[in-house]
């Protein structure tokens, strides 16, 4: 009887890593999901300078930027500053493998995040970045993650 039980306990344990990695691409969504305005919620992250933290935040309220993904493959995003929207980066979008690649027109450069979650109505991202100023010798770090909520289609 004992050896049943082994036996049977072994196959669970064998079965859970399927069972928890089999949804795990359930939360990221299509590109058809994008398409809409999305209006931020909070923010949690850290700034670090020389790999320590100079700064950190967690959770904080912040409904100040929105962004609109175009179904053209166009985006432009807007803050709230002064109490009034104000027109930030226009560019071009691309959504695959789980990642939101955006080229801006103004400075040329693309910035990728990565999306941890997009349903219909919520779109959490994570963005990292590291450069180094070889003037001062810095290596400038900074992690963020974004909740989104979207406010139109």
């Given at each position: 009887?004992?050896?049943?039980?082994?036996?049977?306990?072994?196959?669970?344990?064998?079965?859970?890593?399927?069972?928890?990695?089999?949804?795990?691409?359930?939360?990221?969504?299509?590109?058809?999901?994008?398409?809409?305005?999305?209006?931020?919620?909070?923010?949690?992250?850290?700034?670090?300078?020389?790999?320590?933290?100079?700064?950190?935040?967690?959770?904080?309220?912040?409904?100040?930027?929105?962004?609109?993904?175009?179904?053209?493959?166009?985006?432009?995003?807007?803050?709230?500053?002064?109490?009034?929207?104000?027109?930030?980066?226009?560019?071009?979008?691309?959504?695959?493998?789980?990642?939101?690649?955006?080229r801006?027109?103004?400075?040329?450069?693309?910035?990728?995040?990565?999306?941890?979650?997009?349903?219909?109505?919520?779109?959490?991202?994570?963005?990292?970045h590291?450069?180094?100023?070889?003037?001062?010798g810095?290596?400038?770090?900074?992690?963020?993650?974004?909740?989104?909520?979207?406010?139109?289609?």
């Amino acid at each position: 009887m004992r050896r049943i039980y082994l036996l049977w306990l072994l196959g669970i344990i064998m079965l859970m890593p399927i069972s928890l990695t089999s949804c795990s691409d359930d939360n990221i969504g299509s590109s058809n999901d994008l398409i809409g305005t999305w209006e931020s919620v909070s923010l949690s992250g850290w700034y670090k300078e020389n790999k320590e933290i100079v700064e950190q935040w967690e959770d904080e309220p912040d409904d100040d930027f929105k962004i609109v993904f175009n179904e053209d493959g166009t985006f432009e995003s807007y803050e709230r500053y002064y109490g009034q929207w104000h027109g930030g980066l226009e560019g071009t979008w691309t959504y695959k493998g789980g990642k939101i690649y955006m080229r801006d027109y103004e400075y040329d450069e693309e910035e990728v995040v990565t999306v941890k979650k997009l349903t219909s109505s919520q779109l959490v991202t994570e963005y990292h970045h590291k450069h180094m100023d070889t003037e001062e010798g810095i290596v400038y770090e900074e992690y963020q993650s974004t909740v989104y909520r979207k406010i139109s289609d």
